[in-house]
């Protein structure tokens, strides 16, 4: 595609529900990472792939957070048991995963309410 | 671990004013360093780089010198505007195969 999909946008649910935020990369973009950003927070790391492996999966928070990826291409992140803490802005970026010169696409985000 | 401190805001100026927001890092090799902007209900996107040291990124008017003697990547601009208005982050990329790390970001507000 042209760029970076996130879906859905919003996303508002139940404390204790399991919700699965989905990011479509840029065709040809083998490097993939989840980020979450709050208020006063700044952009916190979650988990990189590379293909569809996770070399790097530091970030995620605590075991009820994961994320796959599949064909090297669409990657999905689950919060199970939702906590409100969970409530954030959860962006998705890919780049081509060659150097560390390279700029990152970000796409627009799935905005998580947790109730 | 690799870091970034970039100064809190708001930072609030009037149009023509000189911006500077300040950025420093922790970093155990040789870094690339970005300054990515986030207008207002739009995402994230790259404002500029430099990937040595002693590189100048620039970009609308905006300049930051890659400085490794101080381990900083300062974001300036001569004369700001309102459409300027945007949260900055200031970034940094320690190696080929590794995510990228933010600062907080700063938020500037530019008022006509």
């Known amino acids: 595609g042209a760029g970076v999909s996130q879906s859905p946008s919003n996303k508002v649910t139940e404390k204790g529900k399991d919700v699965e935020l989905r990011c479509d990369p840029i065709s040809g973009h083998t490097a993939l990472y989840w980020y979450r950003q709050s208020l006063g927070q700044g952009l916190e790391f979650l988990i990189y792939f590379q293909g569809n492996s996770a070399p790097d999966k530091s970030g995620l928070p605590s075991d009820r957070f994961s994320a796959e990826r599949t064909g090297g291409s669409v990657s999905t992140l689950t919060i199970q048991r939702t906590q409100q803490e969970d409530s954030a802005v959860y962006l998705c970026?890919?780049?081509?995963?060659?150097?560390?010169?390279?700029?990152?696409?970000f796409g627009s985000g799935t905005q998580l309410s947790v109730l | 671990g690799d870091s970034v401190t970039q100064m809190e805001g708001p930072v609030t100026l009037s149009e023509e004013a000189f911006l500077t927001i300040n950025c420093t890092y922790t970093a155990t090799g040789y870094p690339s360093l970005f300054w990515y902007v986030q207008y207002p209900g739009e995402g994230l996107q790259l404002l500029l780089k430099a990937t040595k040291a002693d590189d100048k990124g620039s970009n609308k008017g905006f300049e930051a010198t890659y400085r490794k003697e101080t381990t900083s990547f300062h974001l300036e601009k001569g004369s700001v505007q309102v459409s300027d208005s945007a949260v900055y982050f200031c970034a940094l990329s320690p190696q080929a195969g590794t995510a990228l790390i933010f600062g907080k970001g700063t938020t500037l507000s530019v008022s006509s």
């Open positions: 970026a890919s780049s081509l995963g060659q150097t560390k010169n390279e700029k990152l696409f």
